[in-house]
C-alpha cells in the first residue's frame, strides 16, 4: 500500500476517556490568553494535510507527539531541540492548560497544540512522509485484558505513523507496563516499513527527560522500556 492510499479507519473504539479534571487559574488564564495563539483547532484538510509551515512560520523537522499528559517532557524536548518543531496532541483541558504555560514560562517558539483525537489528527492534518518522528511516551496500559482492544498502539495506528513519517524518522514509544512493551514490541515489528534500532528494547535517548512519575515508578522496580523504531 503506497503512503497516499494508507488511512486509519473511522474510530470506533478509543484509547482514551474524557476526564473532568479540575483546571486550575493559571491553567484556565492560559488557555484563555494562549490559548488562541498556541491552539490549532483541528480541521480535516485531505491527504496532503495542514499548513503546518504556515502555523510555525518557518519550515523545519516536525516532531508529533501523541497524548502529551501535563507537558513536562514535551516542553523539556521543545526546550532543549529550538530547530525542530513540536504538535503536541491532548485531548485533557487540564493537561492543555498546564502545558500552554509550560510554554509561556519557557518561551518556547516551536510548540503548538491540537486538542483533539491524535489518530483523526495523523488521518486529517499530516501529510505523508512529513514527520521526523512521533512520540508515544506513557499512553494508558489498559491493564484489564477485555480492555486492550483500547491500548493506543495497535496495527492500524502504527501503520497510519508509518505512513507519515519521512524516510529515516523515528516512532519512539515508552511504557512503565511490561506486558504493554511486549504488544508494543511485536505491533511495530510487524510493521514492514519500521525497522527496529535495538535488538528488542533501546536505551532510555537522552532526548527524552526522566520524568517525575518515572523516577518514581523506577524506584518502585517498576521498569521502563523504550522502543525506537526507524521508517525505512
Not at 135 to 151: A, C, G, I, T
Request: glycine letters at 8%; charged letters at 25%.
Amino acid at each position: 500500500m503506497s503512503d497516499r492510499e494508507t488511512t486509519a479507519p473511522r474510530r470506533g473504539v478509543r484509547s482514551f476517556v474524557l476526564r473532568t479534571g479540575r483546571t486550575t487559574t493559571g491553567q484556565s488564564r492560559a488557555l484563555a490568553e494562549l490559548g488562541p495563539r498556541l491552539i490549532v483547532p483541528y480541521a480535516a484538510q485531505g491527504v496532503q494535510g495542514f499548513d503546518w509551515d504556515a502555523t510555525f512560520g518557518r519550515r523545519a523537522p516536525r516532531v508529533l507527539e501523541i497524548g502529551f499528559g501535563m507537558g513536562e517532557a514535551t516542553a523539556q524536548i521543545a526546550a532543549a531541540a529550538p530547530e525542530r518543531d513540536f504538535i503536541a496532541v491532548e485531548v485533557h483541558t487540564p493537561g492543555v492548560g498546564a502545558l500552554l504555560l509550560r510554554v509561556e514560562q519557557a518561551a518556547l517558539g516551536n510548540v503548538r497544540i491540537v486538542q483533539h483525537d491524535a489518530v483523526e489528527v495523523l488521518r486529517d492534518m499530516v501529510a505523508p512522509q512529513s514527520l521526523a518522528a512521533v512520540h508515544v511516551f506513557f499512553p494508558d496500559p489498559w491493564h484489564k485484558k477485555r480492555h486492550h482492544k483500547r491500548r493506543l498502539v495497535q496495527p492500524a495506528l502504527v501503520e497510519l505513523v508509518a505512513s507519515r513519517l519521512e524516510p529515516g524518522g523515528v516512532l519512539h514509544c515508552a511504557t512503565d507496563w511490561e506486558p504493554y512493551a511486549e504488544q508494543m514490541l511485536e505491533v511495530l515489528g510487524a510493521c514492514p516499513l519500521l525497522q527496529n534500532t535495538a535488538a528488542a528494547y533501546a536505551p532510555r535517548p537522552p532526548s527524552r527527560p526522566l520524568s517525575k512519575f518515572e523516577a518514581r515508578g523506577l524506584r518502585l522496580g517498576h521498569g521502563v522500556r523504550d522502543l525506537v523504531f526507524r521508517r525505512s
